[in-house]
């Protein structure tokens, strides 16, 4: 009886153990990006704080012409949890008056001038390369004519089938290159649009997290000789 109490105990004793540093494996193990992009209703905060060291980007603007049904509440939700955050767009170009859409986004940031990301992926913009610029232009200068700042998450290959191969127009705006390949590393970056260095990379995709779809974007600081991101905010 007493060898079989004692071995009872000895078998609990080492399950606790073995909870206890698989525990402290994922812990240690939790993966932590510098930004952030999302999409879906937040219930979790404080999760999406611990995940993101900077910050999140908030879908904004969606592809068939309207506001993210989530953004306002996202946004009540990201303040009361004191975490920083912007948005980006996926312009709907088939709707036109990228001026509306562009001021559309815009008054749900109130509280600090914000840099906003504009997604460029052929898929969802036109075939006109120079209707393209002129769309671009508009809600860039929309952005600028009201105190906020424009960004890119794209890559090479869209960017020129968007624009054309020899575009330059906006490279001293924030730029984060697309290269989903899972490596925290921004050396693979190949200049393009005017940019000789990357701000962000976005390296993994569609990550289920904290109750919401993520996109996790790192920051190109120096680690690979590229510049510091410069943020969810206007620099």
């Not at 952030?36 to 592809?63: F, H, M, N, T």
């Not at 925290?184 to 005017?194: L, Q, R, T, Y």
């Not at 904290?210 to 620099?235: E, F, H, I, P, W």
Request: glycine share 8%; hydrophobic share 35%.
């Amino acid at each position: 009886r007493c060898v079989q109490e004692t071995g009872t105990w000895g078998y609990k004793k080492m399950k606790d153990i073995l909870a206890f540093i698989l525990f402290n494996s994922i812990s240690f193990a939790m993966v932590y990006v510098y930004d952030l992009e999302l999409y879906g209703k937040i219930k979790d905060p404080v999760c999406v704080r611990e995940l993101s060291k900077q910050g999140a980007w908030l879908r904004g603007y969606l592809q068939i012409g309207k506001i993210d049904p989530d953004l306002k509440e996202n946004i009540i939700v990201l303040d009361a949890a004191g975490v920083d955050y912007s948005a980006y767009m996926i312009p709907c170009i088939k709707c036109g008056d990228p001026e509306k859409q562009a001021l559309e986004l815009m008054k749900y940031f109130t509280k600090k001038p914000r840099r906003f990301l504009i997604h460029v992926f052929a898929s969802q913009w036109g075939s006109d390369t120079e209707a393209n610029k002129e769309f671009l232009k508009t809600l860039i200068t929309t952005f600028k004519s009201k105190g906020f700042a424009g960004g890119f998450v794209t890559n090479s290959f869209n960017w020129e089938k968007v624009f054309g191969k020899w575009y330059h127009g906006y490279s001293e705006e924030m730029l984060c290159y697309v290269s989903v390949d899972n490596e925290e590393d921004c050396s693979d970056f190949i200049p393009f649009g005017g940019w000789k260095e990357p701000n962000l990379k976005m390296y993994s995709m569609n990550i289920e997290n904290c109750g919401v779809t993520t996109n996790y974007m790192l920051q190109c600081d120096g680690r690979n000789g590229y510049k510091k991101a410069s943020g969810l905010y206007q620099q």
